[in-house]
């Protein structure tokens, strides 16, 4: 059975940092893309960052400089950095595992950002 369980989420001030982790298993984690999607209320679930399993990394323009993806295969584990966090940046955030057309969901974690 494949689980994906994030953590991290939190309320955070405008400014802060907050490190989200993404635990996998039930897959050969190292041969899976990985991503962060978020999701705010009312809008669509959006790409945040994905790395592929050769470490390539993409991000959407709402931030780059402030967010890193990276993966740990040793601990099956993604992670998405967030530094430098805005209010617009509030929402649910997802990790996805991808192979070949196969997709797999986490539940999510909320993050919000807000003084």
């Known amino acids: 059975q494949v689980r994906l369980v994030e953590s991290g989420g939190g309320l955070v001030p405008p400014g802060g940092s907050l490190r989200l982790s993404c635990a996998a298993s039930g897959i050969i984690f190292s041969i899976y893309s990985m991503g962060w999607y978020r999701q705010s209320p009312g809008k669509q679930r959006d790409l945040v960052a994905y790395?592929?399993?050769?470490?390539?990394?993409n991000y959407a323009d709402s931030v780059k400089g402030r967010f890193t993806i990276s993966r740990d295969n040793a601990k099956n584990t993604v992670y998405l950095q967030m530094n430098n966090l805005e209010p617009e940046d509030t929402a649910v955030y997802y990790c996805k595992a991808s192979l070949n057309g196969n997709e797999h969901w986490g539940q999510g974690t909320q993050v919000t950002v807000s003084s």
């Open positions: 790395i592929t399993r050769g470490r390539s990394t």
